[in-house]
């Protein structure tokens, strides 16, 4: 059998396993890439390759190597100016070669939404020496927020509340970069009611947008997440409209994960990642279609119909607290088995080989027939206390 496409997956954790799934089903060939072997999306692929996605000559040689239809990023380190060569001679970069350069960085991606789009964000500033954070932090104030311009997971981000924490947010953000970019984004704490995440879909028929999905955070990354988050109409139309500005100014087919800010009916442009987003894992219960399947579709120039959540959904991860590479999580039976007849409950386990802390290495799902959000929260918190990780050494 001929496969509908040929797709270089440039990352592949826990998004790029979903994704490979999605892809598969609809009769793709994936070769999977990431800096160790064994991730978990290589465990589904066709094939796979290990190799830095920041060596540019590795890169290049990667795609020369298997000349896919697709070159599909999932991670934020990447050499994106051998993307800009190879889409230039040719090649299909997800969903722009401009999107991966822009949105691997977050000053790109906040100079195109404050400066150029006029979105709404926060007051901010950048700093590339710890002077210059000391300085952006008294003309800013405090509280404030510090993160690596180039990180993912919350890596390297922390909140400042005075003067005497500034060394130790440089320091930690210095330590949680991705890349070879010391800089970080400085920018006032703001004082929100809640924070969602918009997946947006730019596919050839236009922009879809799924339900608005909430999150909690903690050290910046995400623990649960829930569907749909409660919004006023005015809110969800601003957030709506400011992605779609966004996403149409970036270029390309695939899904978008944009963060807000919500303060009543104020919506404040936070983040936005190219591809699917780690709060979105929620949609493996909650949609028809995941975001993982929307991605594909969206990529291969497929249909995308009517997205609707017609139940109270909800996510929560399981999250190691060492270093391991002997290990067994248990409790999966447990887990899998409902409270009610109401309540649905799925999970994932990612298939990673070794443990770290605050690791994700699994998530939890519920669904709560005429239930609500918060129902469907605490029984997806409630099955992820059932599993374990179990170590041995």
């Not at 926060?122 to 954070?133: G, V, W």
């Not at 027939?369 to 206390?385: L, Y």
């Amino acid at each position: 059998m001929t496969p509908t496409a040929k797709i270089l997956l440039l990352g592949s954790g826990e998004l790029g396993r979903e994704f490979v799934i999605s892809a598969k089903r609809l009769g793709c060939h994936v070769i999977a890439c990431d800096s160790y072997a064994a991730a978990p999306a290589m465990q589904v692929a066709d094939g796979f390759e290990v190799f830095s996605m920041l060596d540019g000559d590795a890169l290049r040689a990667t795609i020369e190597k298997h000349r896919p239809d697709h070159i599909v990023p999932e991670v934020e380190a990447i050499r994106t100016e051998v993307l800009a060569e190879v889409e230039a001679a040719g090649f299909h970069v997800v969903p722009s070669a401009r999107a991966a350069q822009l949105t691997m960085n977050r000053d790109a991606i906040r100079d195109l939404a404050a400066s150029e789009l006029g979105l709404t964000t926060s007051t901010f500033e950048y700093a590339e020496t710890r002077e210059e954070l000391h300085a952006a932090a008294v003309r800013i104030g405090f509280p404030l927020v510090v993160k690596p311009v180039m990180s993912s997971s919350g890596k390297g981000q922390s909140t400042v509340k005075d003067a005497d924490g500034v060394d130790a947010a440089w320091d930690y953000a210095a330590a949680g970069m991705r890349g070879d970019r010391l800089r970080v984004i400085a920018e006032a704490f703001i004082d929100f009611d809640y924070e969602i995440t918009l997946l947006t879909v730019r596919h050839k028929g236009g922009v879809a947008f799924c339900p608005p999905i909430g999150h909690r955070q903690e050290r910046g990354d995400y623990r649960e997440s829930w569907q749909p988050a409660a919004m006023s109409d005015a809110a969800l139309a601003s957030a709506q409209d400011m992605a779609t500005r966004v996403v149409d100014a970036l270029g390309g087919h695939g899904i978008f994960g944009v963060e807000y800010f919500v303060k009543g009916d104020t919506v404040i442009f936070s983040e936005l990642s190219p591809r699917p987003h780690d709060t979105g894992m929620v949609t493996l219960i909650s949609q028809s279609l995941s975001e993982f399947d929307l991605h594909a579709r969206a990529i291969l120039g497929l249909p995308i119909p009517a997205i609707d959540v017609p139940d109270a959904s909800a996510s929560a991860v399981l999250l190691a607290d060492r270093d391991a590479a002997d290990f067994e999580i248990t409790g999966l039976a447990d887990t899998l088995t409902p409270p009610d007849p109401a309540t649905a409950i799925d999970a994932r386990i990612f298939g990673k080989p070794v443990t770290r802390p605050y690791r994700r290495m699994g998530v939890t799902l519920a669904k709560v027939a005429g239930g609500t959000t918060d129902d469907a929260r605490a029984a997806a918190v409630a099955a992820a206390a059932k599993l374990s990780i179990e170590y041995r050494a």
